[in-house]
């Protein structure tokens, strides 16, 4: 019988990277399992609320569970608290959730990022349910490419737009040379201003930069 871990969607490249006024969060599109490439077209940057957002990494059906949690209590506490829910408790939750399920753990790899009332934030959540915020961070298959371009390139107090390029250059690195990373690229910044996934036209701007 086939290992579990060769029957889970798995296979890619998340980069988060904090920067002077927001968070930008960036993924790849593919969802491979083993040598198989499942799905070409995997949306891996989710909005949570207007104010925040996350990326997955490892079982497609465990990160899109959690993705649901925190959801539907970032929404609840809008309504309910009429003030967005501060990132580090969206973080929290996640946490709780992951340790909760320890026994039969879900296989992923979050990171949530936002903009809250004390500024961008973004953390790393492993499936452990361990929490650590990061300036930049990647998870995956491709990380190892990735953090090569991301430690040579961030800076204390980057631009978001500079973040947006790094971001996108890292990812673009791993598809270069990781079989679980490619298909495409996708991009979201979080700023005062809310969460706004990059258009087509924008990325295709990245990819000729």
């Not at 980069?15 to 490439?37: E, K, N, P, Q």
């Not at 107090?157 to 990812?171: F, K, P, Q, T």
């Not at 996708?186 to 990059?198: E, Q």
């Amino acid at each position: 019988m086939p290992e579990i871990e060769n029957l889970i969607l798995h296979g890619t490249t998340t980069v988060g990277i904090r920067a002077a006024g927001g968070v930008v969060l960036c993924a790849d599109m593919r969802a491979s399992a083993g040598y198989f490439i499942a799905n070409n077209n995997t949306m891996k940057i989710q909005k949570i609320d207007g104010h925040a957002g996350m990326t997955m990494a490892g079982g497609v059906a465990d990160a899109q569970n959690i993705t649901d949690v925190l959801r539907y209590h970032a929404r609840l506490h809008r309504v309910r608290m009429q003030r967005p829910m501060p990132i580090r408790s969206i973080t929290r939750l996640a946490s709780l959730v992951f340790h909760q399920n320890r026994g039969y753990p879900f296989i992923a790899d979050i990171l949530v990022g936002g903009h809250d009332a004390s500024g961008p934030a973004l953390y790393n959540i492993d499936m452990f349910g361990s929490v650590e915020p990061k300036s930049y961070v990647t998870t995956g298959s491709g990380s190892p490419v990735a953090y090569g371009l991301l430690e040579d390139e961030w800076a204390e107090g980057i631009s978001m737009d500079d973040a947006v390029r790094v971001a996108y250059r890292a990812v673009r690195a791993a598809i270069a040379r990781n079989i679980g990373t490619g298909d495409g690229i996708n991009v979201a910044t979080i700023d005062a201003s809310g969460f706004r996934l990059l258009a087509a036209e924008e990325r295709a701007a990245l990819g000729n930069a």
